[in-house]
């Protein structure tokens, strides 16, 4: 009798490893080696920044209008160029 429930014990730890080993596979992040950055991002070196003409908004390259270029707080006015007030 002791065997069956030592059995049956040894038959849930595996279940339960498994659902663990599962769940950490699923959870991880995945990196595709051939495209690391998202989209309208290229790799410089280690890290992902946006093309020319994107800037970075909420963790995002967005297009940058007329007249405005990208850079790491989104896009801003080009050199001789301001906003309206």
């Known amino acids: 009798m ?3 429930y030592l059995n049956r014990l040894g038959n849930l730890l595996r279940v339960a490893l498994g659902v663990c080993l599962a769940f950490v596979a699923v959870d991880g ?3 595709d080696p051939d495209q690391r950055c998202g989209a ?6 280690e890290l992902c920044a946006c093309e020319a003409g994107y800037g970075l908004v909420d963790r995002e390259c967005v297009i940058c209008g007329e007249n405005e270029q990208g850079s790491l707080e989104g896009c ?3 050199a001789g160029f301001m ?3």
Do not use: D, K, M, S
Request: contains cysteine; charged residues 15%; aromatic residues 6%.
């Open 2 to 4: 002791l065997r069956f």
């Open 40 to 45: 309208h991002q290229v790799l410089q070196g």
């Open 29 to 31: 992040c995945l990196v």
């Open 76 to 78: 801003e006015c080009a």
């Open 83 to 85: 906003r309206p007030t």
